[in-house]
């Protein structure tokens, strides 16, 4: 029995090596394959971008595409370096999700000069229109209106608003946070606090919002720019006895919209999370589909991106995300 | 009545100026002052109230209970600093990304491969055990390239400062998991009792400390190592055993900061937990008048510094000070505080004080 068990073991294994080269031949004998260079920011900084790298990764393998990705590691120059290593390699297109939004201008003239589309996810670089083929990028802007615009609808009797800051400098934090700036300079509402946290993390809020607790600082709305941020700041709420949340006093809004936050949005601990959209892989195969077809395409089309809502949201909208 | 006063006053003197030259006094006037500060802006500050949290149970709240919790790791990582600081006169800068891979190793064995998993896989003293384990051999690691190879400190560590939470990220094989509500009882509050555990935690490694430093003479050897290895070779205490040794104190303290720091919000993202540690509890023994070239090492400074250090971060948190503006803020205050430990200022300060009596030298200093 064990023997004919080892032997049926063998035979799969010499079955599935064969299957394993007869793959390897036909690919070999496609020459012509679309390879796509793809400037990354860090491989799992935050589980938006292990959803996002997934998602390049897996619609690049679905198309048939080589990809050849790099991870910058949180350097900004090593990226740049990079990207233009990347172009020397040729390859036919060059995807690039920048650290920081400005410095890009020389990449994308190599680019430039040597035939490759240059498509920009994520953030949004600082380069002019002629410089790069197509974008897909969030609109943190929009992102932090949509917050402010349901913030308005609350009608809340006065708001005192705490802002949770994402890393200083980022394009998120920056475009977040002037939407909220904006929001409560056109409506009169107060900031008793606005300060940005190192790294987005989850305890420095904590902290702070104890700090905010014990010192006597009264405030009705969290605005936190990420959703550990948000959860850090219930800890600490929690902590100290604040009811928070859909029946509780402090109105809690949080963005990127990962699933276990939402599972808080239904649970009515968070009452707003603006979802900033990861899944980037099946919009940048369908720009490059269209480009090798020469169709004529949008440069400038933000990702749409959706609000969940604490007393709109329902369990099939979190069990149909991915993330 | 004028000579009577001057008796008080000459009388007075005598009981200030030992305390004005204590080696401490500098590192915790800075302290009150910034305390002071505080309190003049937010006549509150002080207060201690007890609340309820939202279960019900008894909780403390209030600025001084937040800064002396939220400074536990700093605290505990101070400690370790110093030992390294003098012995091997240079400084650790992996303890960030170490507190990392001590994070994942912790995260790792409480939730296994789950994300959301709705029960510890292992019981919270085997993670604890497994963590501290991690973190020592960290700074075994450190500690030998230090020691054997006589890499100078600063670049022997750089390795795991480069490459710590990429391995913590690895150690969590990719996963962000948070562990259920009951490991929080020991980066916050035990139910119904309402002092945070943290402040426990660093009350007991302060005396552990204390103890260690009176029944051994580890401190001596320390301090006898970071002022002449060959001397000290000579008299029979092995350098590189020694400078070993503080690296691994180190990885205890960076083991115990990391499960603490862990349990805070039962999750760990390597790539941003405790951002810039390194720097603050370097800062921390500078602060405490330990010379960062070696030689001395006077652990109460090194946590009263810590402490200081965790006031002022509290401090710009509650007075909302603008993003922008923090960092110089911090540095204007920081280099105020390091400039007056300097000889040159101190001797300005000691001939009012004290006419012309010759400065004791740094490296007599006892902890």
Redesign the interface.
Known sequence: MKKLFSAVLVLMLVLSLAACGKKSETTGKEDKKITVGVVQT??????WR?ANTNSINKAFEEAGFETKMVFG??DHAKQISQAQQLIQEEVDYLVVLGLQSAGWEDVAKAAKEAGIPFIMADRKLDLPEDLYTAMVCSDFEAEGKKAVDWLKKQNLPSYKIVVL?GD?GSSAQLGRSKAIEEGAAANGWEI?????M???????A???V????????EFNVIYAEND?MA??AC?A???????YGKNGDVKVIAFDANK?ALEKVLAGEFNLDVECNPLHGPRIVKLIKQLEAGEKIEKNVYVEEEVFDCDTITREMIDARSY | MTKKNEKAGNDLMKHIKPVIRHRLFIPIVFLIFLLLINIFIKPGFLKIGLGKDINGNPVLIGNIINILNNSTELVILAIGMSFVTACSRGQDISVGSTIAIVGGVVMRVLCGNETQPTELKAPVIVAFILGCLAGMLCGAFNGILVSRFNIQPMVATLILFTAGRSLGSMAMGGLKPKAVASFSYYGNFFPGFPIPTPILITAAVIIITCIAMKKTNLGLYTRAVGINDKSSRLNGIEPSRIKFMSYVIMGLCVGIAGFIQASRVQTVNPYTIVPGIEMDAILAVALGGNSLGGGSLNLPGSIVGAYTIQTLTSMLTTLNVNTNAIPVFKAVIIIVLVAIQTPAVKRLFGRKTQAAKPALGGGKESA
């Open positions: 860090n491989a799992n900084e935050s589980d292990t590691e949180g800051g200083t008793v606090f606005n300060q940005n190192k790294g987005w993390d989850e305890n420095l904590k902290q702070a104890a700090d905010l607790i014990a010192s006597g600082t550990n959860r850090g800890d709420m929690s902590a100290a006895g604040i009811t276990w």
